[in-house]
């Protein structure tokens, strides 16, 4: 069935990196744009960054935009984020979802926490 | 940017009731609109896009309305597995895509 897959999340230093990924099966990932969305704990959604199907196109939000990046292989069904200066403010779980919207597919999302 | 604001913040029902849940728009996004279901630890769930059409295999209690800057979510005869937070969207403006901060329905 169609289904995506987060994975990467994880406790790091403000000022540190990750990266996360997300892995798609069940439908032709590369004719999808898709997105990452995140949500801090309590709180509403927040859309974060959108990849064109080829990768040509990208966008940030002004939150993230020049700390994280967004990539696909479309060989490989697979999306990623990668994060880094991270910051107390990223804690959240990164959900990956197809796009644009509305976003019909979403992963069971990945947690990321900020700490010291 | 556009704000979404979603009212009440969270909605009392006892199972069986209407639920009738608000989102408002800072400025008008057609019918650009969708709304999600979210219940705790799990994924948002799309439930309604285009404003008032469902998605595959949402059940028919669940109507949507509106447009412009107004929309509606109504849950007809709430079920227990209705009890979860409802977001907003709209995906009007190009980007960034917004939500709004969400309904709790929960059970009174």
């Known amino acids: 069935q169609v289904q995506l897959v987060e994975s990467g999340g994880g406790l790091v230093k403000p000022g540190g990196s990750l990266r996360l990924s997300c892995a798609a099966s069940g439908f032709t990932f590369s004719d999808y744009y898709m997105s990452w969305i995140r949500q801090a704990p309590g709180k509403g959604l927040e859309w974060v960054s959108y990849i064109s199907s080829s990768g040509s196109t990208i966008y940030y939000a002004d939150s993230v935009k020049g700390r994280f990046t967004i990539s696909r292989d479309n060989a490989k069904n697979s999306l990623y984020l990668q994060m880094n200066s991270l910051r107390a403010e990223d804690t959240a779980v990164y959900y990956c979802?197809?796009?644009?919207?509305?976003?019909?597919?979403w992963g069971q999302g990945t947690t990321v926490t900020v700490s010291s | 940017e556009i704000v979404m604001t979603q009212s009440p913040a969270t909605l009392s029902v006892s199972p069986g009731e209407r639920a009738t849940l608000s989102c408002r728009a800072s400025q008008s996004v057609s019918s650009n609109l969708a709304w999600y279901q979210q219940k705790p630890g799990q994924a948002p769930r799309l439930l309604i896009f285009?404003?008032?059409t469902r998605a595959t295999g949402i059940p028919a209690r669940f109507s949507g309305s509106g447009s412009g800057t107004e929309f509606t979510l109504t849950i007809s005869s709430l079920q227990s597995e209705d009890f979860a937070v409802y977001f907003c969207?709209?995906?009007?403006?190009?980007?960034?895509?917004?939500f709004g901060q969400g309904t709790k329905v929960e059970i009174k």
């Open positions: 285009g404003a008032s």
């Open positions: 979802a197809r796009a644009p919207p509305p976003m019909d597919v």
């Open positions: 969207q709209q995906y009007n403006n190009w980007l960034p895509w917004t």
